[in-house]
């Protein structure tokens, strides 16, 4: 079945400072990926789009230069926290559309300390 | 926006019992699928539903899309420990890709 893999699982850096979080459909070509943050105890909100060759889309209330998505190829989307603040802590997960439906990726705990 | 509103948002059985969640929405949706998500992981998809009406089973689970398409419901019979988790119904919003998540169902079986 489809494979969607993100990396890293776990990630803390310090208040500041920039991460990358990557997700990579291992089995399939995706023209389109979602990014989704998750609170504690609470439901997977969608942050934005990821288009292959053209800028991402994004939800209302997401600010696209502090969470850029850059999705150069068919297989990989990245998305980068820029000068992460302990706010943005967070479970982020990304998914991939494909004919057979949404694949998940397993998330990222990101910890800004 | 469309919502989906999701119920019951915890359950504690006893192994063996069955269960049933549900979702439903003011607004049409087209497909209705139902996510488990285990602690630190992503949702993995248990079954996807896309005609108004169907019933459709994986194992012990059992969902069904509702007639009115504002609606579904997930069974499980016959739990087990490994049931254990955060059951998400969701939804493609508008006719986009994109998916509108339901708040969860978290449920413990005790052994």
């Known amino acids: 079945g489809a494979v969607v893999s993100q990396h890293p699982s776990r990630v803390i850096c310090k208040s500041g400072t920039s991460v990358k979080i990557e997700c990579r459909s291992l089995d399939f070509q995706a023209t389109t990926m979602f990014w989704y943050r998750q609170f504690p105890k609470q439901s997977l909100m969608l942050m934005a789009t990821?288009?292959?060759?053209?800028?991402?889309?994004?939800e209302q209330g997401v600010e696209k230069d502090k969470f850029l998505i850059n999705h150069a190829s068919l297989t990989l989307s990245t998305l980068t926290v820029t000068s992460a603040h302990p706010e943005d802590s967070s479970f982020y997960i990304c998914?991939?559309?494909?004919?057979?439906?949404?694949?998940f990726g397993s998330g990222t705990r990101l910890t800004v300390v | 926006g469309q919502q989906l509103n999701q119920s019951p948002q915890s359950m504690f059985i006893q192994e063996g019992e069955d269960v049933s969640m549900n979702c439903t929405s003011s607004s049409i949706f087209n497909t209705w699928l139902w996510y488990k998500q285990d602690p630190g992981e992503g949702p993995v998809l248990l079954i996807a539903l896309y005609k108004a009406g169907e019933l459709t089973s994986n194992g012990r689970l059992t969902a069904q899309f509702g007639i009115t398409r504002k609606d579904s419901f997930l069974n499980i019979s016959a739990s087990i420990p490994s049931d254990v988790g955060i059951y998400f119904c969701?939804?493609?919003?508008?006719?986009?890709?994109?998916?509108?998540f339901g708040k969860g169902t978290k449920l413990t079986v005790n052994p």
């Open positions: 998914s991939a559309s494909q004919d057979s439906g949404y694949t």
């Open positions: 969701a939804g493609p919003r508008g006719g986009s890709e994109k998916l509108v």
């Open positions: 990821s288009n292959e060759g053209s800028k991402a889309t994004y």
